[in-house]
């Protein structure tokens, strides 16, 4: 039985959590878009999930702090880290309402190579800095223009440039960087704010074939906001040129919560 979205991402975990963080200073931004525009860009077993008459894309930006690795307490050395994704609103064949990721920019290398490695979420390195005053939130990424190879060799040619002095980017070199700034409102508690941002978990791709994390998280309490800033050309690097040509159809702001992830399954 279908549950309601409000209580998708509270079901117990099916495993033992691997990872358990606490997201702050959220940022949701959502577009609508014909299903079949995005078909071709989510795993073998899933579809885009038509939410409202629309299949959904969003840019998601948000800090991780305490970030904790069951049955170990909370290390000091994991730290916070910023990331700014783009993501598809999906369900798979069994239903699971959730995620894929175009893309994770995030500074923080240990996290990038994990997830590679492991999970099959597509990480990469770029300049991810979010900063927050009262009800005003502003987040800013900006890749190195070194991105081929192995994620392992765009970071040892990262530090070779940082070694030699040489500054990112250069004449003709897409910068891919986004930018976002919003000011959040009033609580949304609209049965469409809460499907977009509650979800089940990430269905990604990994060794051939599509995973699904679950993810967990209490009920949200969700804020609307109002933009004052968006721009880049990080969707032209995932596939989705003109993603930011217009304003969001939803943009909301959660304060925080905490989220676990473990292990849910093989789709296909």
Do not use: K
């Amino acid at each position: 039985m279908t549950r309601p979205s409000r209580e998708r991402a509270s079901v117990p975990l099916v495993h033992r959590p691997v990872t358990v963080h606490a997201w702050q200073d959220v940022v949701f931004a959502h577009w609508r878009h014909d299903p079949a525009s995005l078909a071709h860009m989510v795993p073998r077993g899933t579809r885009p999930d038509v939410v409202d008459g629309s299949a959904w894309a969003g840019l998601t930006t948000y800090v991780f702090r305490e970030t904790r690795v069951p049955p170990f307490p909370p290390s000091g050395r994991l730290g916070s880290m910023t990331e700014v994704t783009i993501e598809i609103l999906t369900v798979d064949d069994h239903g699971r309402r959730g995620v894929v990721y175009r893309t994770v920019d995030t500074a923080n290398v240990p996290a990038i190579v994990a997830a590679h490695a492991l999970l099959g979420v597509p990480y990469t390195f770029a300049h991810a800095r979010g900063r927050r005053r009262g009800d005003s939130l502003r987040y800013r990424s900006v890749r190195h223009p070194e991105r081929s190879g192995s994620p392992l060799g765009r970071f040892r040619s990262l530090r070779d440039a940082r070694s030699r002095g040489l500054r990112s980017g250069g004449p003709g070199q897409p910068r891919h960087a986004a930018s976002i700034r919003v000011v959040a409102g009033e609580v949304d508690d609209a049965p469409l704010a809460t499907e977009l941002t509650t979800r089940a978990g990430i269905h990604a791709r990994h060794l051939a074939q599509t995973v699904f994390w679950q993810r967990q998280h209490p009920p949200l309490t969700l804020r609307r906001a109002t933009l004052e800033r968006l721009d880049g050309d990080l969707p032209d690097a995932v596939g989705m040129s003109g993603l930011f040509d217009r304003a969001p159809d939803s943009l909301l702001v959660l304060d925080g919560t905490t989220v676990r992830y473990a292990w849910g399954d093989v789709v296909r």
